[in-house]
């Protein structure tokens, strides 16, 4: 058995050592006695160390990051009332052509044949054109041919907004009234159920929407 002590002690040594040695090797052999004699308390004192701060960690650490099991119930009533709506889209004006072993000319007013393959020739102040169409005739005669032409004609551009449910000039349009909340209703209780009577989930009249939901979430770490 080390008395008690005997890590006081060898230091002592070791300081006098330090002192009065000049042998390296001395030293040395001090620092390994004190080692043997001296690691149970020196491994009992790393522990309690240890131990303190694992404890101190649990005790600062936030009470949530504890948890080991987290349970949500969510219950919920969603109530929607359409609002009026139109959307259109507007038909562009477009010009394509294409063809092969053809000749393609224009003849303009009070003017004689030119080559061209034709186009948009003007556009009005409300976006709609005005096409000019070639002539086609086969460029050599008893060879294969092919000549294809295709344009369309943009609407014209409103000067004002359309009012719902209206029909104005353009080519696509989508036109939808304002819903009407009639009977529509819906509300939760404290106990996570729906309400009954004349508050329970109703729909109600024409682009109305009551949506209902309950969720429980268990989440265990």
Same mark, same amino acid.
């Given at each position: 058995?080390?008395?008690? +002590?005997?890590?006081?002690?060898?230091?002592?040594?070791?300081?006098?050592?330090?002192?009065?040695?000049?042998? %390296?090797?001395?030293?040395?052999?001090?620092?390994?006695?004190?080692?043997?004699? *001296?690691?149970?308390?020196?491994?009992? %004192?790393?522990?309690?160390? #240890?131990?303190? !701060?694992?404890?101190?960690?649990?005790?600062?650490? /936030? !009470?949530?990051?504890?948890?080991?099991?987290?349970?949500?119930? @969510?219950?919920?009533? &969603?109530?929607?009332?359409? #609002?009026?709506?139109?959307?259109?889209?507007?038909?562009?004006?477009?010009?394509?052509?294409?063809?092969? *072993?053809?000749?393609?000319?224009?003849?303009?007013? %009070?003017?004689?044949?030119?080559?061209? !393959? +034709?186009?948009?020739?003007?556009?009005?102040?409300?976006?709609?054109?005005?096409?000019?169409?070639? $002539?086609?005739?086969?460029?050599? &005669?008893? *060879? &294969?041919?092919?000549?294809?032409?295709?344009?369309?004609? =943009?609407?014209?551009? #409103?000067?004002?907004? /359309?009012?719902? +449910?209206?029909?104005?000039?353009?080519?696509?349009?989508?036109?939808?009234?304002?819903?009407?909340? %009639? $009977?529509?209703? =819906?509300?939760?209780?404290?106990?996570? =159920?729906? &309400?009954?009577? $004349?508050?329970?989930?109703?729909?109600?009249? #024409?682009? @109305?929407?009551?949506?209902?939901?309950?969720?429980?979430? !268990?989440?265990?770490?």
């Amino acid at each position: 058995m080390v008395p008690e +002590g005997n890590h006081l002690y060898l230091a002592y040594i070791v300081q006098i050592f330090n002192r009065t040695s000049d042998s %390296g090797t001395r030293i040395n052999t001090c620092f390994e006695c004190d080692f043997w004699l *001296n690691r149970g308390e020196r491994y009992r %004192g790393i522990m309690k160390k #240890a131990s303190l !701060l694992f404890v101190m960690a649990l005790l600062t650490a /936030p !009470l949530s990051a504890r948890a080991d099991i987290h349970h949500r119930m @969510t219950t919920s009533a &969603a109530l929607q009332v359409d #609002a009026a709506s139109t959307s259109v889209t507007r038909a562009g004006n477009t010009f394509s052509i294409s063809g092969n *072993n053809v000749t393609t000319t224009v003849t303009p007013s %009070g003017g004689s044949a030119a080559a061209s !393959l +034709g186009g948009i020739s003007a556009m009005s102040n409300t976006g709609v054109a005005t096409f000019t169409v070639p $002539d086609a005739t086969q460029t050599t &005669a008893g *060879n &294969a041919f092919s000549f294809t032409t295709s344009l369309t004609t =943009g609407d014209a551009i #409103a000067t004002s907004a /359309p009012a719902t +449910g209206a029909v104005l000039n353009y080519s696509n349009q989508y036109s939808t009234a304002a819903g009407s909340a %009639g $009977d529509l209703a =819906g509300q939760v209780t404290s106990a996570h =159920g729906f &309400a009954t009577g $004349d508050s329970a989930p109703t729909a109600g009249g #024409a682009g @109305t929407t009551v949506t209902t939901q309950f969720v429980s979430d !268990l989440t265990i770490r």
